[in-house]
Every structure is written in C-alpha cells, then in structure tokens.
C-alpha cells in the first residue's frame, strides 16, 4: 500500500519549476501555502462580516454566503495543514487518488464561493442601486464580505487550476 505523500529527488528546480513536476502553487509546494493562506484568511473575513450583521438571516443569498464561505474556510484550513506537512518534510503528492480529491474538492468549493459571492452581488446592487435603501440596510458591510468572497474565490480558483492541470498532465 502506497502513501499519498512521496519523497521528491535531489537537484536544483529548473526556472519557474519547483521540484520536478511542480509548479509553485501546486499542493505541497510554498505557493499553496500562500494560496490557502489566502482562501482562508478572505473567506474567514467574509464570513465574519456577514454574521456580523443582525439582517443577513433575512435574504437567502447572504446565507448561502456564509455557509460557502464556511465551507470554503474549513477546506482551505485543512489542505493548507496538508500543504504545510508536505512542504516541510520535503514531499508531494504523487498519489492519484489524493490529486483527484484536491482537484474535485478545489473545484467544488471554488463554485460554491463564486456563486455565493455572485448571488450576493447582485443583491447587493438591488439594494443600492435599484431600490435606493442603502441607508437602512448594512450595504457598505455586505459589500465588503462579498468583495472578500470574491478575493477567496479567485485563490481557490488559481488552487484548482493548478491541481487540475496536476490531474491531467502527470
């Protein structure tokens, strides 16, 4: 039985390349640290401020924000911990079925993030624009989580781009 975590051989990484195959920002590399970081620290940011709000029980898309951003926060943790690991015992993940779990699990959550986050812009707009009830709303706060959504989404969406292209070209 085979670990999802391989030791990676000696040698300097070729320009733009970190340790063989992978680019920084793939899983196990210094770059999704960073990435993670990111994810995490956005989506813990977006959710804060929408549970913040004493109204955001009252339209269904801020509450599909928090739970995306929820969700978002504790994939983000977790691989960025795995990501940690890996990084600093020198070691990637070589194992298809762990790939494919980043890769699916990436995408799944960066979907959810970018649809919230859209959901919410547009009710956002609504109240600000459309109706004009900026004033006796918390707009300024809904907008700011749903711009911290955004920001999580495209981390989470350069996460799953580079695991995909992990996934399909070994």
């Known amino acids: 039985m085979s670990s999802g975590v391989h030791p990676e051989p000696e ?13 920084d920002g793939m899983t ?11 994810q995490l620290s956005f989506a ?24 995306a951003v929820g969700l978002q926060s504790l994939w983000s943790l977790s691989s960025g911990l795995l990501d940690t690991y890996a990084f600093s015992v020198n070691r990637n993940f070589n194992n298809l ?3 494919v779990l980043f890769t699916f699990a990436d995408g799944i959550t960066s979907t959810l993030t970018f649809s919230a986050a859209s959901a919410s812009a547009g009710i956002t707009v609504l109240i600000s624009k459309d109706l004009g009830k900026c004033n006796v709303n918390n707009c300024a706060r ?15 969406s350069r996460s799953f781009s580079l695991s995909f292209f992990r996934l399909v070209k070994p």
């Open 142 to 156: 809904f907008m700011a989580a749903t711009a911290m959504a955004f920001l999580s989404w495209f981390a989470a």
């Open 28 to 38: 196990g590399t210094s770059g999704a640290i960073l990435l993670r970081s990111c």
């Open 97 to 99: 079925i762990v790939v």
């Open 44 to 67: 813990v940011i977006s959710f804060c401020v929408t549970a913040a709000t004493s109204d955001f029980t009252s339209v269904m898309a801020f509450r599909y924000l928090l739970a």
């Open 11 to 23: 040698g300097p990484p070729l320009p733009g390349r970190i340790r063989g195959n992978y680019y």
